[in-house]
């Protein structure tokens, strides 16, 4: 249950100006009608307490009294609630009479509500139970406590620089990466890297982006709003498929590609080393550049970690990565390394210097590091509950993509098309999805992309034995 507490709207803004200026309607008339526009409106929420009556009568620069007689009506009707040795409160009903001047302002709706997940299958969610909620606060305050007053008001184009530090030192550290701390920006995440790196190839006169098929649509849509038109390239068992890049290269004049080397998304190959070395020298020669996204690199399973692709050609790969997947989406926090000779104009809405001295305190006092251990033990242990479950669900359906990340491949039979489970599954709250979300090409076996990052471990076979009923 979510805690709900009173809201103290003592700094409450009634136009009186907007509920008319001549002498009539009077003005205990015209707080009467402000306050209840303000309730109307949902300025004034249920259940928050209006100021006392001399702090509004100051504020609004009317006697105390037209205060009190507005708030009196108003509780006599019922809209107010008056408790003794309590603040006045907006009281909870359907319907609050009209204020009698002035605009309607209609609220915007909130969008109908989703029905529930029961089984979180969907893939690119980290376990939110798991979200380490006092090791991030202890940054956040450790990293508040120790920011120098003038820092507090510095320009800090590139992110703050003892957090640009940490990211780098961590990406040298746990990615392999040659990263210069000139070199990190500070971003929102993977998509605020996608829009600054793609605006700039614009500027620099880049009109095609090449993209992995399948990939995860919201990079390529960031970079088709910046004037990038996505290319497709096919994937298969070792990643992106170098010879094909290079020829559609050649026919549309791109000279950048997008790709998930250490651990392909969808699909889960990671790049085999000679189509890295491939893909970086065809970068060295056609003054091109590779966008890495990073973006679960660190969760591995079967196999030894593949090191960033950035530090074969620092030059020529820009790595963009992401607290999204490792941590929580809700942080809202990520970085870019770039080449030295890629640098974009600094972000014009940069993350909160707060929260980048959190970042920095996070990575500097291992916290990072220490849950990417604890979740991989635990994502492992949970993949293995769930191929255990498939294998006696079923026997018959091939599973890919297993070695890393946090979901697999599950091919459908030819006859069980991947939208009609995907339907059903909503409806039972089973949270399904399709492979034909990340891909156009028909060619391709339907198939589900199923996600165990946010799989809750004592569903594990009972959501399994759901999907099995609902393919069979
Ligand atoms: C392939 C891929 N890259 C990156 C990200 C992270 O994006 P962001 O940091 O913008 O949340 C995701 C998140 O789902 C993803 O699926």
Redesign the pocket.
Known sequence: MQKTRPILAWEMLLDLEAEGTDARPPLRDRVENALRRAIEDGRLVTGSAVPPSRTLAETLGVSRWVVTEAYGQLVAEGVLEARTGSATRVAERQEVPKATRGNDHPRPRDPAPAPPIRYDLRP?IPDLRATPRSRWAAALRAGLADLPDRELAAAHPFGYAPSRAAVAAYLSRSRHADADPDRVTITH????GMDILTRELHGRGHRALLVEDPS?P??RAVAEDNGLRPIRVPVDDDGIDIEVLAALATRTGARAALV?PAHQ?PLGAALAPSRREQLVRWAREHAGLVIE?D?DAEFRYDRRPVPALQRLAPDHVALIG?L??SVS?SLGL?WMLLPPDLAPPPSAAPPSLIDQAALAEFITRGDLERHLRSSRTRFRRRRQRLLDALTIELPELAVTGIAAGMHLVLTLPSHVPASAVVGAGASEGLALTSLRRYTDTADRPDALVLGYGNLDDALVEEAIAHLAALVR
Not at 189 to 192: L, R
Request: cysteine-free.
């Open positions: 690119g995440g993977a998509t605020d995860w919201r990079l998930t998304f996204d973006y992401s999204s997947k989406p990520g």
